[in-house]
């Protein structure tokens, strides 16, 4: 675990690079979104959750739900440079037999705590999780990362209602704000206008941070510790491609299936981006 930012930046670039090798290796896969919330992995799980990756069902660990399961391939690279398997096995992705399908499954992936990619179903699942937990008598967080887009779904206002009804302050919700959904861009598709202003008039406790900032996520997550008897809203102004800059520039950069020489030369960038890192290893 680490605090220092230098860190937390080389790690979230470690991300990204396990996410495309993921789908470099498959050939096609969820480039965008796994892009733009790489930034955060590396927060939660270089710096907050409290997690055992030796004993990934201790049931008083805090706990991480990516309702936008089609993430998969970025957070499979988070688990695995946390130590939770073998770094070379998520490059079996979405491959038959795989433990790393595309969208993420509680039954087959170490750390993965709730099977997701529905999308709309991850926030009740998470605040059904979050309840229970309190109910339990366990101090355990939970941290649940949602789409822009998945938003469209009435599903997670409900859920969202009830976790502020119930004062449940040991969830955080982390929305990816990256502005683009499979198809276009979620102002056009259907405009939440301010997310802040919705989760903020449902009860939440929220922020606004810029998402691809690891400073600003770590901040913007410590502060919630602060905050009794509300629900944690922190909307992630993000970038969908974050980290590089051709797959930012690409319109359609949801599934992408790039030529090989193409994604090469993705990997090759964030290779040479972490060679020239300093912050160290990251030790999990
Ligand atoms: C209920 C449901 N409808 C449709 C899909 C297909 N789908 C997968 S990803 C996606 C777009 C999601 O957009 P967003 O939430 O903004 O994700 P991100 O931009 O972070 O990739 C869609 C429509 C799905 N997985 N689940
Ligand atoms: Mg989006």
Sequence with gaps: MTNNVNALKKLAAQIR?????????????????????ADTLAVLYGAILRVDPNNPKWPERDKMVCSKGHAGPAV?????????????????????????????????????????????????????????????????RMYLIVGDGELNEGQPWEAFMFAAAQKLDNLTVLIDWNKKQLDGFVADINDPQSFAAKMEAFGFHTQQVKGNSVEEVLRAIQACEEVKGRPHAIVLDTIKGAGIKEVEDTFSNHSMTPKPEVIQGWVQILRDQIAAMDGGVFDA
């Design 76 to 140: 499979y690279a988070a688990l695995a440079l946390k130590g939770y398997f073998p770094y070379e096995d998520i490059l079996t992705l979405n491959q038959p037999g795989t433990n790393f399908p595309s969208h993420c499954d509680r039954k087959k992936t170490p750390g993965v705590d709730m099977t997701t990619g529905s999308l709309g179903q991850g926030t009740s699942l998470a605040v059904g999780m979050a309840l229970g937990d309190r109910l339990k008598g366990r101090d355990s």
């Design 17 to 37: 690079l396990g996410a495309m090798e993921a789908i470099q290796a498959r050939g096609f896969g969820h480039v965008g979104g796994s892009l733009s919330v």
